[in-house]
């Protein structure tokens, strides 16, 4: 009888101790497993990484040897501006888009060299930002309401314009926050001037941009058909819509090859009373250029870059960003 119990105990206690050593097995394996989809997925993301800078390196190139064949205008039939391209590499494709950045409104113009008594281009550029959203169907009062806030937003001043809002306005809201009171590093900025709502925001999106100073010079050779409102804003819509986008329909492939020549084209140009500013906001070339490079069928898998040309003809990468 003693010696059954003792066998019995003993079958007990083996059985414990497989059933631990099973566990801790389990759990070496999950373990391991972890470890090496962490490993994995470093190694994905430094693979990507290396994809992406490489593309950068080829855009970089490729906008060097775009400038050194054109060295006086920049259009939409350069290489840069190509669309669609996909680069096969091993086993994924490298897609990649690069835009002109400016073939949109930098809303860092809008704050005024001298913000007590703006002159008149600060004021005119002030009219186009007012005459863009009204264009995109925003209320008059509105619209200037929205003007005066983004000023307020860039001003390095704490006194708020009329209709116009500064710390105060800020501070009332949940949760509190302050002004920048500097220039705008990235556009979604926008998002946090008060008013400025998510559809705005989108729908501002294919014509504003930010850049690192505070001059309006928009390429007329590289707007799209789709940014035909901007066009028109910038004659503060005097310019009726369809003949802005008979414009742009018109151009020659290569592009204007001055501001005068477009200029010439502009029915009723020579009445209006802002030509002077118009032509000084206006360029034929451009320094400022993005690109978005990305993996299909991978989500996430996404790095946007910022290039600029330099006057001694060098492309430098203002900043990069991975992921959404």
Known sequence: MMIKQQRGMALLVVLLLLAAMTLVASQMLGRYRQTWQHSHTLLRQAQLREYFLGGEAFVARVLYQDQLDSPQKTSLAQYWAS????????????????????????????????????????????????ALLEGLEVEGIRARQLAARLEDWLDSNRDPQLQGAEDNDYMALIPAYLPANQPMLNRSELRAVTGFDRALYQALGPFICVLPERDLAININTLRDDQAPLLAALFLNT????????????????????????????????????????????????????????????????????????????VIVRDNRFGE
């Open 83 to 130: 669309q669609g391209n996909v680069w096969p590499i091993g086993e994924i494709e490298l897609q990649a888009e690069v835009r002109d950045e400016q073939a949109c409104f930098n809303l860092n113009s809008l704050q005024n060299h001298d913000e007590r008594e703006p002159d008149n281009l600060a004021r005119y550029r002030e009219g186009v930002f007012i």
């Open 239 to 314: 310019l009726p819509l369809k003949d802005a986008q008979a414009l742009i329909q018109r151009r020659p492939k290569e592009g204007w090859d001055s501001v005068d020549a477009f200029l010439t084209l502009v029915p009723g140009e020579r009445d209006r009373a802002a030509s002077p500013e118009i032509a000084r906001s206006l360029t034929v070339k451009s320094d400022y250029f993005v690109a978005t490079f990305s993996v299909d069928n991978q989500p996430g898998a996404r790095m946007t870059s910022h290039f600029y040309r330099t006057s001694d003809r060098k």
